[in-house]
């Protein structure tokens, strides 16, 4: 299993430029979340879904939009990046086993909007 | 009120010395609840979970106060590998919802 596969790694975009970060999970898994981490702070809840065709917001919603028409796939689409979207971008999908609950992670984008 | 709150720290302690993080979280119905590590804003690593009746995995012990609302994260005899920020997690929205806090840091120096 490849596990969470999230492309790209890094990004470095224009004011008012659009892009998708894709996010890919092989595991089944049904839950599958955004989030977003600033310098010094936590994990931000962006979006989550928590099966193909429902998606819902999180914390930190506004400049992103999300679609999940497969299990496997959780894209992000920023339309009009602004600098407060630089930060890292992490996404998870979630075994929800009764006695094995854990996240995993894809390896992160570090995104620049300048 | 923030969902889930975390002392951000720094905890700078010396080897083998004893920590104990708190997290608070405001929504009474959460159910299930996560210590994550982070190292240098790599991915989040599972640590442990979190049970009612408070559970161990060898230096490292997990507790509940559900009436409190807040759970802890305690490391005996810290090693300097520990160093890393520890993240406490919250379920939320009948379970669907994840819900980060801000991190603890933790500095352990020889």
């Known amino acids: 299993n490849a596990g969470v596969t999230q492309t790209p790694k890094f990004r470095i975009l224009k004011i008012g430029q659009s892009m998708t970060l894709q996010c890919t999970q092989d595991?089944?898994?049904?839950?599958m979340y955004w989030y977003r981490q600033d310098p010094g702070m936590g994990l931000k809840l962006i979006y989550y879904?928590?099966?193909?065709?429902?998606?819902d917001k999180g914390e930190v919603p506004n400049g992103y939009n999300v679609s999940r028409s497969t299990t496997e796939d959780f894209p992000l689409r920023l339309e009009l990046a602004a600098p407060s979207q630089t930060s890292v971008y992490f996404c998870?999908?979630?075994?929800?086993?009764?006695?094995?609950?854990?996240?995993?992670f894809g390896s992160g984008t570090q995104l620049s909007v300048l | 009120r923030k969902e889930v709150e975390q002392d951000p720290g720094p905890f700078n302690v010396p080897e083998g010395a004893t920590v104990a993080f708190n997290c608070t979280y405001s929504?009474?119905?959460?159910?299930?609840f996560f210590w994550y590590r982070q190292d240098c804003r790599k991915e989040p690593k599972l640590l442990m979970s979190?049970?009612?009746s408070g559970n161990e995995d060898g230096r490292f012990t997990a507790q509940l106060n559900r009436a409190s609302q807040y759970i802890s994260l305690l490391i005996r005899d810290s090693k300097l590998s520990d160093s890393a920020t520890y993240l406490c997690?919250?379920?939320?929205?009948?379970?669907?919802?994840?819900?980060f806090g801000a991190g603890t840091i933790l500095r352990v120096k020889s």
């Open positions: 879904s928590v099966g193909a065709g429902i998606t």
């Open positions: 997690v919250v379920t939320m929205e009948y379970g669907n919802k994840l819900v």
């Open positions: 979190v049970y009612s």
């Open positions: 595991m089944n898994h049904n839950y």
């Open positions: 998870a999908s979630r075994l929800t086993a009764a006695t094995n609950e854990k996240l995993f």
């Open positions: 929504n009474s119905a959460s159910q299930s």
